[in-house]
């Protein structure tokens, strides 16, 4: 849907702009802010009849990154400015619609795939990523290599799973490795230490348990998320300041989160110790508290142990790694009839019009009886799948590839075509064409 908004004075050529661009564009009634921020999540572009100033202030606080923005521009008398969102091409085709100058710029971004994906991952970047997102847009072929299977978000076709010759390569793990020339390291922040000590082990002891996390696990400890521990050990000095020594040293801050004997001894674990059952109530403190850690940090995603238990001067560590789970994604419509198709409100008989589309209300009806016979198994497949009613509210986004493996399923929407759904990540990438079409949400 594309979203033309204007006050009162422009509102004849708002009217007038969106007869041009076709039956998605909308005119919106009332106050410009609140009817952007209400349509927002629904729009794949955005006029605002605005000076730059205010359009910015407008949409300021909805902003999430350049991949999801939807394309945003601004119109006065003279000039179509483009935004926010991948808009430069949009603002050339409104202003050659409205007979006005196009405003587009150019330069370094920060706010890069890589940038943006180094903060959905919650991550550190080791390496030029500069560098990495240049050869990336200038189009030579880079190599992303993620083996635990990360969500990640639409790249350009030159990134590529596999291969030789690589300009660079990206690697988005949590365990360490040797730095090397035009290799991008991202390490995500997935792991939750578990520490166990005796009474008066300093923070330095503590520290160099950890370092065996590196040394014999193979952990990067940038991938620190969380320490954790026993509720008897939360105010021990030692553990106390080496978590805090471990926030000074990588300009960042952890929590220590604390578990009962009670919970602890509940988790089964590799390494029970019956020494340690003996004093502290529960056979495990390092290996089950990384593991509680994990899990209440995980918000329903399968964790692991990543390191057994280290003992190292009278203090034990071990890890935990939460895992990553996939997404859900709308990847495409189809097959269906044309007279099966979600109807427009507001549709005059040629299929023209300003009518907004109604399919987003219009769900849970079944296929058609006629020709959607697999429609109908496919969607049954889907529900015991578990996509079932939560499916309907995933919404189309250009470009939401995912990396990783798969599962397809199918639910009815709109009484016809196929609502395909990616369960899990895909590999594939987005591309858009050029023309009003590419706005339309569809």
């Known amino acids: 849907m594309i979203g033309v908004f204007a006050g009162a004075a422009q509102r004849g050529d708002a009217a007038d702009l969106a007869g041009v661009l076709g039956s998605d564009a909308v005119v919106p009634d009332g106050p410009i802010r609140p009817a952007v921020h209400r349509l927002w999540d629904r729009l794949s572009a955005v006029v605002l009849f605005l000076d730059a100033g205010t359009a910015v ?36 085709q409104i202003a050659d619609a409205l007979n006005r100058t196009a405003v587009v710029t150019a330069g370094p971004s920060i706010d890069s795939v890589l940038d943006e994906l180094v903060e959905q991952l919650d991550a550190t970047a080791d390496g030029d990523v500069g560098a990495c997102a240049a050869a990336i847009e200038a189009g030579e072929k880079v190599v992303l290599r993620n083996p635990l299977s990360f969500p990640l978000p639409a790249l350009s076709a030159n990134v590529v799973s596999a291969g030789e010759d690589a300009a660079w390569v990206i690697v988005i793990d949590d365990r360490a490795a040797a730095p090397k020339d035009n290799v991008l390291r991202i390490v995500p922040r997935t792991l939750v230490v578990g520490v166990g000590s005796t009474r008066g082990a300093s923070a330095t002891a503590v520290g160099a348990a950890l370092a065996e996390l590196d040394a014999q696990g193979g952990l990067d400890l940038r991938a620190i998320k969380a320490f954790a521990t026993a509720d008897v050990k939360a105010e021990e000095p030692g553990i106390v300041d080496a978590v805090e020594d471990w926030g000074f040293w990588h300009g960042d801050t952890a929590d220590l989160i604390t578990f009962s004997a009670e919970e602890l001894n509940a988790t089964g674990v590799p390494n029970p110790s019956s020494v340690v059952r003996n004093s502290m109530g529960t056979a495990s403190v390092a290996e089950a508290a990384a593991l509680c850690g994990a899990r209440q940090l995980a918000n329903g995603a399968p964790v692991e142990l990543a390191a057994e238990k280290f003992k190292r001067d009278n203090v034990t560590v071990a890890a935990a790694r939460v895992l990553p789970r996939g997404r859900l994604a709308l990847v495409g419509l189809g097959p269906g009839a044309a007279e099966q198709r979600t109807p427009r409100r507001g549709r005059d008989p040629a299929g023209r019009g300003r009518g907004r589309h109604t399919g987003r209300r219009e769900r849970g009806r079944r296929p058609a009886a006629t020709g959607n016979r697999d429609a109908r198994r496919r969607c049954g497949r889907a529900r015991r799948e578990g996509c079932g009613r939560r499916a309907r509210g995933v919404r189309n986004r250009t470009g939401a590839g995912r990396a990783g493996r798969s599962r397809r399923g199918c639910c009815s929407r709109g009484g016809g075509p196929a609502l395909v759904l990616l369960l899990g990540s895909t590999t594939d990438t987005g591309s858009g064409g050029e023309g009003f079409d590419d706005w339309r949400a569809g």
């Open 57 to 92: 202030r407008v949409i300021a606080p909805l902003l999430r990154d350049k991949q999801t923005d939807p394309a945003v521009v601004c119109v006065d008398a003279d000039f179509v400015v483009a935004l926010a969102g991948a808009a430069d091409t949009f603002a050339w």
